[in-house]
């Protein structure tokens, strides 16, 4: 027998084929690739790395595989046209793609899928919110389905408690649907282009494929920059208001320099260890104040700490010495970082911008809260 409760807020995480969307009337824009892929986890004969993960690239298309615990290993592969997914046909996957001397022995479990590239035209209505599958598929190219809904999760998690809690205002929900709405957009984006490019079916493409991760493999720049996008390290949200912002418009261009920490992007993990922010044994609920003082002015920082944290018993406020900002991409001018409990930077500004830092914490933080 079903049961009927009232709730404050529910969070629809009920997969791509989500109910709670479909009552809510919420499209689901996107497409689906032509191609069918294949994936097998199984036993093997036979030598593969077991802590690497391996692309095998020829002009008859691409193989990826991937260790899985207890000696398992899992191939992905695109299908041959009008082909069916058995073990003989993944063997021949293998044997013209992949790795020689690998064998198939003995299959745990396999699938054959079409990949879409979808997300909800809403990820809010009203007091609902969709999170994870729900609210966008897309390729599995760059393992970036879970690190997305896992994002949804801690974006979302954060800022309901602090409302329900009464920490923070209901106004603070609204950024969950913008943020995670541009985050998908990019994600979705890299990797429909990862994709077509493991999944060249021309000669002259994969040429030009196979030429650019040389040169990438070769530089340095495939760990140096692809690897912290696919670990999911250079998420950074848009600001939406000027106050998110510096009233200096030179150090607005610098935030937009690549390795530049502004308004949008997650404070620095090395530093934010260093400062007690980050870490198992951090609040997780703490809004953070990064404070740079004049210098030597010694006063400023205790005045600014006094007027800015009253009434607001969620709001630490740090002065580090300069030499522990320095080296991390801060912006060097006197004046403040606010850090929101998930780790962003929710405003940056200086010295003159203390109205606009009071606008912000009224918007995030404000003891009171109306959940």
């Known amino acids: 027998m079903g049961e009927r409760f009232t709730v404050p807020f529910v969070v629809g995480a009920d997969g791509a084929g989500s109910a709670v969307r479909g009552q809510l009337g919420i499209g689901f824009e996107g497409s689906t690739y032509e191609m069918a892929f294949a994936l097998?986890?199984?036993?093997?004969?036979?030598?593969l790395p077991p802590?690497?993960?391996?692309?095998?690239?020829?002009?008859?298309?691409?193989?990826?595989?991937?260790?899985?615990?207890?000696?398992?290993?899992?191939?992905?592969?695109?299908?041959?046209?009008?082909?069916?997914?058995?073990?003989?046909?993944?063997?021949?996957?293998?044997d013209t793609r992949g790795p020689h001397g690998v064998r198939i022995t003995e299959p745990v479990w396999e699938t054959v899928f079409r990949v879409h590239a979808r997300r909800a035209?809403?990820?809010?209505?009203?007091?609902?919110?969709?999170?994870?599958?729900?609210?966008?598929?897309?390729?599995?190219?760059?393992?970036?389905?879970?690190?997305?809904?896992?994002?949804?999760?801690?974006?979302?998690?954060?800022?309901l408690a602090a409302v329900l809690q009464g920490r923070s205002p209901l106004a603070l929900l609204?950024?969950?649907?913008?943020?995670?709405?541009?985050?998908?957009?990019?994600?979705?984006?890299?990797?429909?282009?990862?994709?077509?490019?493991?999944?060249?079916?021309?000669?002259?493409?994969?040429?030009?494929?196979?030429?650019?991760?040389?040169?990438?493999d070769r530089s340095g720049a495939a760990a140096a920059l692809y690897a912290p996008v696919m670990a999911g390290r250079r998420l950074a949200?848009?600001?939406?208001?000027?106050t998110q912002q510096p009233s200096d418009r030179r150090c607005r261009v610098r935030n937009r320099l690549p390795g530049a920490v502004g308004p949008g992007s997650v404070f620095p993990r090395a530093l934010a260890l260093a400062l007690g922010t980050a870490g198992p044994d951090a609040d997780p609920a703490a809004w953070t104040l990064v404070l740079r003082p004049p210098a030597g002015d010694?006063?400023?920082?205790?005045?600014?700490?006094?007027?800015?944290?009253a009434g607001r018993p969620g709001l630490r406020v740090l002065a580090p010495l300069p030499k522990?900002?320095?080296?991390?991409?801060?912006?060097?001018?006197?004046?403040?970082?606010?850090?929101?409990?998930?780790?962003?930077?929710?405003?940056?500004?200086?010295?003159a911008d203390l109205d606009r830092l009071e606008a912000e914490l009224a918007l995030g933080i404000t003891g009171e809260g109306d959940g």
């Not at 008859?60 to 992905?76: A, D, I, K």
Request: glycine fraction near 10%; aromatic fraction near 8%; charge should be neutral.
């Open 51 to 94: 802590d690497e993960i391996s692309y095998y690239q020829t002009t008859n298309g691409t193989l990826v595989v991937v260790p899985q615990p207890q000696g398992v290993f899992r191939f992905l592969s695109v299908m041959p046209d009008g082909g069916e997914m058995s073990r003989e046909a993944m063997q021949q996957i293998i």
């Open 324 to 351: 522990v900002l320095a080296g991390h991409g801060i912006c060097a001018t006197p004046g403040y970082h606010l850090i929101r409990p998930d780790g962003h930077i929710a405003a940056h500004g200086h010295l």
């Open 121 to 159: 035209t809403d990820f809010r209505r009203g007091r609902v919110f969709l999170a994870g599958d729900a609210a966008h598929v897309h390729s599995p190219a760059g393992g970036q389905g879970m690190n997305n809904g896992l994002q949804d999760a801690q974006n979302l998690s954060w800022k």
């Open 237 to 242: 949200y848009t600001p939406e208001r000027a």
């Open 40 to 47: 097998i986890d199984t036993y093997i004969e036979g030598h």
């Open 174 to 216: 609204d950024s969950y649907g913008t943020e995670r709405a541009e985050a998908t957009r990019r994600i979705v984006r890299d990797t429909d282009l990862h994709t077509r490019a493991l999944t060249a079916r021309t000669a002259r493409r994969a040429a030009v494929r196979d030429t650019a991760f040389r040169l990438l």
């Open 298 to 309: 010694a006063l400023w920082a205790p005045r600014a700490e006094r007027a800015l944290t």
